[in-house]
């Protein structure tokens, strides 16, 4: 396995109030191509910063993030956008999806933009996305006649329109019943089977249960991380390992 995401002491503040609030402290970590990673920790204590900046959507103070051996942390902005587009997808809690456009024109949205765009090629694949998460049938619906998790999943598949190397989630499940979680969770592992990394930031061990590694950060630390095995939905031991991870985090402080 090689490392996708590398950070080597990643520091993050911004200014607030005339001062600086420090973020992210030294950050070290490492993400492999294919693992399938949760980071979890406090309100507050710096996962979504950690997200945006391992994926470049935000800038690091000092330190170096890697992407695939490359250093992006120093790309100008039209490069690390190039990175974002071809190579990494993103889904978010807040779905913000386009509402005067059907299911299927969200989902090939992103990759029309693009200079050499083939409309039948990227509508097949818009196509076959919505197979996998199994919203075909719904492929003409304005996006006002969706649930929460039909929305997700139109999400999901506008993220990986442009098969990306790493998919990245902010609380995806954050706004969803567990019904729905579990679902996603579903499709996710689903999609991470096929060799898409997937690194998620949850509140929900029971979300965490289902992925493989587990970073914990306390105001801004990455304090623990822990280690499992690939999740099987076949053997369902998931109550088993949310409660392993929540006697994990409670070792370690929270
Ligand atoms: N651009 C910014 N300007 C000022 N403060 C910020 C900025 N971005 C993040 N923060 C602060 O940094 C801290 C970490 O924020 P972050 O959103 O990364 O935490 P989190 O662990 O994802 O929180 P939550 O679980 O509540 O979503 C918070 O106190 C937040 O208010």
Not at 2 to 17: F, G, H, M, Q
Not at 31 to 48: C, D, L, R, T
Not at 164 to 181: H, M, N, Q, V
Not at 244 to 254: A, Y
Request: with cysteine; hydrophobic share 40%.
């Amino acid at each position: 396995m090689s490392t996708i995401v590398e950070a080597r002491s990643l520091n993050k503040k911004v200014d607030l109030d005339n001062n600086k609030l420090h973020i992210l402290k030294d950050v070290n970590l490492e993400i492999e191509e294919g693992e399938f990673v949760a980071v979890m920790g406090p309100s507050g204590s710096g996962k979504s910063t950690l997200l945006y900046n391992l994926s470049g959507m935000d800038r690091i103070t000092s330190g170096s993030v890697k992407f695939k051996g490359s250093e992006i942390a120093s790309l100008k902005e039209e490069e690390l956008a190039q990175i974002r587009l071809n190579n990494m997808g993103f889904i978010f809690q807040d779905i913000n999806l386009l509402k005067n456009l059907s299911l299927i024109d969200n989902v090939m949205f992103p990759a029309l933009v693009s200079k050499n765009a083939d409309k039948n090629v990227i509508n097949q694949k818009a196509k076959k996305l919505l197979e996998m998460t199994g919203i075909e049938k719904l492929a003409e619906n304005n996006i006002t006649q969706g649930s929460g998790g039909q929305l997700q999943r139109v999400a999901i598949c506008r993220a990986l329109i442009h098969e990306p190397d790493i998919l990245f989630g902010d609380e995806p499940t954050g706004a969803l019943d567990s019904k729905s979680t579990a679902e996603i969770m579903a499709i996710l592992a689903e999609i991470n089977k096929k060799g898409t990394t997937v690194m998620l930031v949850t509140h929900d061990a029971n979300v965490a249960a289902k992925t493989e590694r587990v970073l914990f950060i306390v105001d801004g630390n990455l304090v623990a991380q822990k280690e499992m095995s690939k999740y099987d939905p076949k053997h369902d031991d998931s109550k088993k390992r949310e409660e392993s991870i929540l006697k994990w985090l409670v070792e370690n402080g929270l």
